[in-house]
Structure formats: structure tokens, C-alpha cells
């Protein structure tokens, strides 16, 4: 029978833990959080990239350049010179050549082409990275638990953008169309937007062990998540009003600030019918209303960030600091795109920046919902 012991006896320094508290496949999952995220980090500067060129494929009209959907076979581009005559040729048949570009010689037709095959061939990139990390981490048995279904989720979605790519050019294809439908094209720009929100919040939560995210969730300052998830979505509305504006080219007409036109509201902003397609369709209320949606996360951003001030965590203090820096460059920006006619250099600057402002909210959000302990020091 073993001796008793006194509570109050020391207990030897070299006491083993207890080997039942971690087993490999444990360790071999949190160890796996930290490669996962790198490879989330890879796919996310891949769909930023994709979401740069998509926007230069529209600044340059590319996107119509290419007139059949062929997920395989059309990775491979025009080899030869009678390859390049009959993709053109094909184009030659579209709208957008007849009523547009009549008369395009074959290198006019190269450059545009070339933009919309590298989108296209990014957007198949994309998919390929994801399935080979997905399977490396699955057939390894790395994934940690709960986590399987979302990184699947990415992917069909994905999937889905690609689809929805279609069937946005497929819209400019047909009748009297020079563009695509702006209506689909906001749908394909804010899928783009989802996805690489979801893999931001993915990569912030990977880096965060589950205990430690279920404690740190107990003292979320629930308020300032509220305001910044509110400036979330605001902003978000304002990017699928960006889409509008491009896609009717929208920020090439108005081009004096802060009136429009010389006025407050341009007296043409309700002309056509039926009243909705105004919303929509007509350049002087949708630049109208990008521009007062802007000023409102301007406003709404100021007083999110001037709540922050009451935060007793530095951390959380630096990261709507953040937030509130890159909505006031990115209405700079807004407002410069607006006084040179969108030239496509500004223009495609702006819509870096709001990648970047909505990288900065999802980021704050996380810090107000999951903030870390602080030293009193």
C-alpha cells in the first residue's frame, strides 16, 4: 500500500504531465492550423488579384473579348495565327464588335483578349490551388475538427463564382448589348467579396486555438462589434454600387465635386421608366447614390471610430485607427476617380482600396468580438 502524503509536501519538479492530455493526431491538428493558413493567405492574394484584373478587364472592355465558356479546353490560348483568326472571327459576330469596335484590327483584338484570358486562367488557378491544399491537408488528416466544411465551402463557392462569371458575360453577348448586364455584374463582384471575406475571417480565426477563442468571446466588447459589422455591410452596399457605376460607366460622366452637373441632384436622375431602373440604369442617381452612400461610411466610420476611443484595449484602439485611415483614403480616392473621369490608373486604385478598407473592418470585427488579454503594463 502506497505511503499517504501530506497535502503540504512539495512536489518534485520533475513530475511528468499527464501523456493522456495531448495525443499525435492533437498535435498534428493544431500543428496543421498554422499551414492551412498559409495556404488560405495564398488563395486570398489570389482572389485579390482576381478582383483587380476583373476590374481591369471591365476598365479596358476586355470582358467580351471572349465569347465561348470552356473550363478546360479553354486554358489553352491561341498557338498559331489561324488560332487567333477564328477566336476573332467569333468576335467579330458579338454586339460589342458590330456596334462598337468595327473595324478592331487582330492586335487591337490581342490586348483585350489577353485580359480576359488571364482572368479566366486565374479564376482556374484559383480552384486548382484550392483542391490540391484541400486534399494535402484532408489525406494527411490535418484538418481540424469543424473545420472540414467550411474550406469545402470556399471552394463551391468558387465554383459557383465561375458560373456566375458566365452567365454575367453571357449577358453582353446578346441583342444590342456593348457591356455586360451591371445588375450581374455587382451579383459577381460581391460573390468575390464574400469569398474573400470568408477567407480573411478563417485565417484570423486558424490563428486562434478554440479554447482560447471561447474565452476570449466572453469578454467581447459586444457594442463596438455591432457598429463595425453595421460598417461591414454598409460598405458592402457601396461596393455593389461601385459595380453599378462601372458597369454603365457611370464615373465618366459628373465630374465636378461636391454638386453634380451643377447641381445638388442632376434633374435627369428620374427620366427613365419604369421609376426603378433609375436606381439602376441611369448614370446621374447611381453616381448619386454611390456618392451619398460614401459620405454615409464616412460619417457612420468617424463615430464607430470615435466608440473605439472607450475601449480599454490598445489593440482594439489601433485597429479602428485602421479602419478609420483607409475609409478617409479611399473617399480620396473616390473623389479623385470622380475629377478625372475614372481614368482606369485611379480607378482600378480605388477598387484596391476597397479591398483594402474591407480587409481593415473584418479585421477590427475580429478584434472586438475575440480581443486578447492585455498586460496592465
Do not use: C
Amino acid at each position: 500500500m502506497a505511503d499517504k502524503r501530506s497535502i503540504f509536501e512539495e512536489v518534485s519538479g520533475d513530475v511528468k504531465p499527464d501523456s493522456r492530455q495531448t495525443n499525435l493526431i492533437d498535435a498534428n491538428r493544431q500543428g496543421a492550423r498554422r499551414g492551412i493558413r498559409i495556404w488560405l493567405h495564398i488563395l486570398l492574394a489570389m482572389v485579390a488579384i482576381m478582383i483587380i484584373i476583373g476590374g481591369m478587364t471591365r476598365l479596358t472592355d476586355s470582358g467580351l473579348s471572349i465569347t465561348e465558356w470552356k473550363p478546360i479546353a479553354g486554358a489553352i490560348p491561341p498557338m498559331n495565327l489561324a488560332d487567333w483568326l477564328v477566336v476573332f472571327d467569333k468576335y467579330q459576330q458579338s454586339p460589342e464588335y458590330i456596334l462598337q469596335n468595327k473595324g478592331m484590327s487582330l492586335g487591337e483584338f490581342k490586348s483585350i483578349y489577353w485580359w480576359e484570358w488571364g482572368h479566366r486562367q486565374l479564376g482556374r488557378s484559383i480552384g486548382l490551388v484550392w483542391f490540391l491544399g484541400l486534399m494535402w491537408f484532408a489525406l494527411r488528416r490535418q484538418i481540424p475538427n469543424g473545420w472540414t466544411g467550411r474550406l469545402i465551402g470556399i471552394g463551391a463557392l468558387g465554383g459557383l463564382q465561375g458560373a456566375l462569371g458566365w452567365w454575367m458575360v453571357s449577358s453582353g453577348l446578346v441583342g444590342r448589348m456593348v457591356d455586360v448586364e451591371s445588375y450581374r455584374l455587382a451579383l459577381h463582384l460581391g460573390l468575390a467579396f464574400i469569398i474573400m471575406g470568408l477567407i480573411i475571417w478563417y485565417s484570423l480565426a486558424l490563428k486562434r486555438g478554440a479554447p482560447d477563442m471561447l474565452q476570449a468571446r466572453r469578454n467581447r466588447e459586444g457594442s463596438l462589434a455591432g457598429l463595425v459589422t453595421a460598417l461591414g455591410l454598409l460598405v458592402f452596399a457601396q461596393i455593389l454600387l461601385g459595380a453599378l457605376v462601372a458597369g454603365i460607366d457611370a464615373g465618366r460622366t459628373y465630374i465636378d465635386w461636391p454638386l453634380m452637373a451643377g447641381a445638388f441632384l442632376p434633374p435627369e436622375s428620374f427620366d427613365l421608366k419604369p421609376l426603378w431602373s433609375n436606381f439602376f440604369e441611369n448614370p446621374a442617381l447611381v453616381q448619386f447614390n454611390h456618392r451619398m452612400i460614401g459620405y454615409a461610411v464616412f460619417l457612420f466610420a468617424g463615430f464607430t471610430w470615435w466608440r473605439s476611443r472607450a475601449s480599454a484595449l490598445r489593440a482594439t484602439k489601433q485597429a479602428f485607427d485602421w479602419v478609420m485611415a483607409v475609409v478617409l483614403v479611399q473617399m480620396a480616392l473616390g473623389i479623385t476617380t470622380i475629377l478625372y473621369a475614372a481614368p482606369v490608373e485611379i480607378a482600378i486604385i480605388h477598387q484596391i482600396g476597397a479591398i483594402v478598407v474591407m480587409t481593415m473592418i473584418l479585421r477590427a470585427r475580429f478584434v472586438a468580438m475575440y480581443p486578447q488579454a492585455q498586460s496592465l503594463r
